[in-house]
Structures are given as C-alpha cells and as structure tokens.
C-alpha cells in the first residue's frame, strides 16, 4: 500500500476513533436521539440532491438506515449520554464482528470454526472484565446498551453484503432518510416534546454544530467513501486491520480530552477484546503460511 493511502486509512479510523469524545460533548448540548437525527439529516442533505439513488430494493435502504441510525448510533449516544465512558464504548462496539460472523452463519450457512470460536471467548472474556468493573462511569446498562449497538451494526452489515456491489456513499445518503422518522419521533415523546427540541437547537453553541457537521460529514461521508474506496484498490487483507487502531485511538483520546482514566482492568479488557478481533481476523492467513512451510 502506498504511503498515502496508508495515511488515508490512518485518518480514517483516528476520525472514528476520536470521533467518541466528539459525541461526548456534543451530548452535553443535544440529547441523544435529536443529536442522532441531526446527525443523518446532514448526512442525507444535501447530497440526496446531487448523488444518484443506488440500484437497491427500498426495503433493503430502509432496514440499513433504522439498523445504523437507530440501533447503532441512537443507542450508542444514548449509552454514552452517563451510562458508558467513551474510550470503554469505543472498544465494546467492536462486537459488531462477532456479531456480522453470527448473521453470516444464519443467513448464508457459513459454519464457525475454531478459530473464531477461540476469538469470541476471547473478546466475551474482555467484556466480562468490563461488566465486573461498573461504577458511575460505566454501569452494566451503558454496557448492554453498547453491545446492541454492535448488534445493530452487524444487523447493517448483513443487510449492505446483500445489496451487492454498489457505492456506498450514494447507499449512506440515501439510507440516511430512513433513519430520521424514527429518531425525531423517539426524541419527540422520550425527549421533551417540540419544546425542548426547540430549546436545544436554539440554545446549542456553534461547537456543537461543528460537532453534528463532523458526525454527518466526517464520520459518515467522508469515512464511508474513503473507507470504500481502499477496498476497490486494495485487497481487503491489506485494508481490514485498520479498524483495529479504532478502540486505541478511541481510548486514547478519551483519556487526553476528557481525563478517562485507564488502570490495569480497562487495558487488560482492552488488550482481550482486540486480541480476539485479531485471532478472527488474521488466523486464516497464518494457517495457510503454516501449510505452506510446513510442505
């Protein structure tokens, strides 16, 4: 890979990664649901005007835009809003993996093998460290709430390997009207009414906007098409472990910009949860260059 694009790729997952302490404090001007609408309202405006809609079927963008706009990132702001730190929910997020792994084998009858057995228990084992150390800062319901999300993510994944061969920043913008309706009606009944939406994007600063613009556009946009395109140039061995830096630069942000400590259990967690993604992720190829040398 060239140095530029391996450069891409390294700003990619540094804007994912930082991207949690971005939401951390937007949420102190926004709650969770209409900062999460806001989020996808500029990620479908204006573009929807200027992109093509991808030759997918409607139920296909509508299942994708509720499982990434709800599922994933309402539910993520939610947990991050006081129930999960946003270094922790950088890392548990990372069971979307496990759980695409999961969809793969119900959905197309992949079989899991052993290693990714081994991964799993691995990653489960990190999660466990993480439940056993609730406090005030991540409670057991941050935690669950976090692991919905990697649900919701793998739900999207799963829904976006069956629409084919497409562009994914057309499929994201227009995906992005489906996850509106249900974000501003959640936050209309569970978040004050008309009239505390109307406070909130009244009163709200204009780093707070910055921050929804950063959502919508850094995040969303620019991180799916970039993302997209290293996996048209390269093969997706030499692209896939990228995500890996996501929870490191994640943590690491959170604990320069927002004092998140880091004792010995959060980087023991830490250190089994990725080890975990990198057995599943990397185990094949070690198999076949043990094959290889040993015939």
Not at 51 to 63: D, F
Not at 152 to 172: H, K, P
Not at 209 to 222: D, K, P
Not at 246 to 252: A, D, S, T
């Amino acid at each position: 890979m060239p140095a530029s694009h391996l450069l891409l790729a390294l700003a990619i997952v540094a804007v994912w990664g930082t991207n949690f302490v971005v939401i951390k404090l937007c949420l102190a001007s926004f709650p969770p649901f209409l900062f999460a609408a806001l989020r996808y309202t500029f990620a479908f405006l204006p573009l929807v005007f200027f992109i093509p809609r991808p030759k997918v079927p409607w139920s296909n963008l509508c299942t994708y835009g509720v499982a990434i706009g709800v599922g994933q990132f309402g539910i993520l702001y939610f947990a991050i809003d006081g129930r999960i730190s946003p270094g922790l929910a950088s890392l548990v997020i990372q069971t979307q993996v496990f759980f695409t792994i999961g969809f793969a084998m119900f959905f197309a009858k992949e079989r899991l093998r052993l290693y990714q057995v081994v991964a799993v228990s691995v990653a489960m084992t990190g999660l466990a460290i993480i439940a056993l150390h609730t406090d005030a800062n991540t409670s057991f319901l941050g935690l669950a709430l976090v692991v919905f999300a990697g649900l919701s993510w793998g739900v999207a994944n799963t829904v976006s390997r069956r629409a084919g061969s497409i562009n994914m920043l057309s499929y994201v913008v227009w995906a992005s009207v489906f996850s509106l309706p249900p974000l501003f009606l959640i936050s209309w009944i569970f978040e004050g009414g008309w009239e505390h939406i109307s406070a909130s994007l009244s009163s709200a600063p204009l780093g707070a906007w910055a921050g929804v613009l950063w959502q919508s556009w850094g995040n969303t946009l620019f991180g799916y098409a970039a993302w997209a395109w290293l996996l048209s140039k390269h093969p997706a061995a030499a692209v896939a472990p990228a995500p890996l830096l996501v929870p490191i630069f994640g943590m690491g942000a959170s604990a320069y910009f927002l004092s998140e400590s880091l004792p010995l259990w959060k980087i023991l967690a830490a250190g089994l949860v990725i080890a975990g993604l990198i057995v599943n992720l990397f185990w094949p190829s070690l198999e076949k260059w043990l094959r290889k040398g040993s015939g």
